[in-house]
């Protein structure tokens, strides 16, 4: 994608298949190209801006169908160009055609997402906002949403455009120490800078500390559902998403892989796996199946381990790493009516179900919900959710840290502004401030045509 062109391009807006469909049109001369296939009461480059049209797009005498043209013109737009949205009927025959004669008025089909790097460019957005763009048309429940939202109106943008800001500032007095270095004075208060370095660390490793909670938000909370077999954990899996993905059957090592279903609790959506039967074996590939279960419990947040109500004692104890939760879940209890009722359990306590019969199975759901706190997320709290954002992070607070060990050591002002500009270079990427096309083209080749 060449970042210097402004010619005019094309693309639909909405999926196919839908009662109606948007075409979106911008760049210089966008407007009288729709002119050129236009019939309406008015010429378009004749009618006020952010109006909206009626009329027919034809082809010489042809009409092609009746549309609503929707009028922007720049600087006031999304791309920050003239642009044009055509509302026709959802038939792609009809779509193809409309686009096909903008493209011999003109026009040319837009590459993925480069509206939106119309947008980044013209400085209508920076390029963490660019970003979230995909993230809210990708969001599949309130939580995803609410990140996405919060980062596309602003987010952490703000905080650290202006935490740049003041580095930058800095760095610049350290620098002006140069020109006076004979005499040996200081413009940039140490004592100051210390305090200020602190206080960047702090919110910068906040900053990395949610992204644990940002990611699973985002790519759904891995959950896995471990026990010995046939204790019901693929019983429990068609139970929570509501359909049979896992095959069940009285024999022990039926599920042989990893098998997974996501499902929404509550605005969350949560990523369930169910994995093979932990118990030794020496069939070669049910062994290859416990394997697997092995690597998924390494990547879960989540682990519920299951049971059988028979055999409660027989759970074998298992190694969490730092940051997982274990729910225990005692399965079956509609075979062993001296177990009675439910039990009520505190949130520390162990669930007892049917996954056969559902019982006690909201009770499961609450407690998985409860352990993902979105209130923050809700109130517009900034959570890292994008992998390149952390990343930059991380080695932004690398960077800082050796600023502050410079300071301590006493190094000199042009040495300590070299490590200052390092941070300033990993903030400055999340944003855009730095930046290059082979970034770009990565980032914005992720998105659907039109966006």
């Known amino acids: 994608m060449t970042l210097n062109e402004h010619d005019i391009i094309a693309a639909p807006a909405t999926a196919t298949g839908g009662a109606i469909a948007v075409i979106r049109i911008s760049g210089e001369g966008a407007v009288e190209c729709c002119d050129s296939i236009f019939r309406g009461r008015t010429p378009l480059a004749e009618a006020k801006p952010y109006t909206v049209h009626y009329g027919e797009i034809v082809d010489g005498e042809r009409v092609i169908d009746d549309v609503l043209v929707t009028l922007f013109r720049a600087p006031h737009s999304y791309t920050g160009e003239d642009g044009v949205e055509i509302s026709t009927h959802g038939s792609a025959y009809i ?211 299951m049971s059988d109500a028979g055999n409660e004692s027989e759970a074998e104890p298992l190694m969490l790493q730092e940051g997982q939760t274990l729910i225990r879940v005692v399965n079956k209890i509609d075979k062993y009516a001296d177990l009675g009722s439910v039990s009520t359990a505190d949130e520390s306590g162990i669930i007892y179900l049917s996954a056969k019969s559902g019982e006690g199975v909201d009770t499961l759901r609450q ?15 900034t959570v890292v959710s994008n992998s390149r954002h952390y990343e930059a992070l991380c080695r932004a607070l690398k960077a800082l840290s050796l600023a502050r060990q410079a300071l301590a050591d006493g190094v000199s002002g042009d040495l300590l502004s070299e490590e200052l500009h390092e941070v300033l270079r990993h903030i400055g990427e999340i944003t855009g401030e730095v930046t290059s096309q082979e970034i770009l083209n990565n980032i914005f080749s992720t998105f659907c045509i039109g966006k």
């Open 95 to 305: 779509v193809n055609e409309v686009l096909s004669l903008l493209v011999r008025h003109g026009a040319r089909m837009a590459q993925p997402g480069e509206f939106s790097v119309r947008a980044f460019l013209a400085g209508k957005m920076d390029l963490s906002q660019a970003e979230a763009v995909a993230d809210m048309i990708a969001s599949s429940s309130r939580a995803s949403h609410s990140l996405a939202s919060t980062q596309m109106r602003g987010g952490y943008s703000a905080s650290l455009a202006e935490l740049r800001s003041r580095l930058l500032n800095v760095a610049s007095l350290l620098e002006l120490e140069l020109d006076f270095s004979e005499e040996d004075v200081e413009f940039a208060n140490r004592e100051e800078l210390a305090a200020m370095l602190d206080e960047a660390s702090g919110e910068i490793k906040r900053l990395c500390d949610s992204f644990s909670l940002g990611n699973a938000i985002k790519e759904g909370v891995a959950t896995v559902i471990v026990g010995e077999p046939n204790v019901g954990k693929s019983t429990l899996l068609n139970r929570l998403v509501g359909e049979e993905r896992a095959m069940t059957s009285d024999i022990a090592g039926t599920t042989r892989d990893t098998i997974e279903a996501v499902c929404n609790i509550d605005g969350v959506v949560f990523r369930f796996v169910d994995t093979a039967g932990l118990r030794q074996t020496d069939d070669r590939l049910e062994q290859m199946g416990i394997d697997r279960t092995h690597q998924a419990l390494e990547r879960a947040q989540i682990v519920v381990q």
């Open 367 to 381: 407690r998985l919900r409860s352990v993902i706190d979105t209130e923050g997320i809700y109130a517009g709290e």
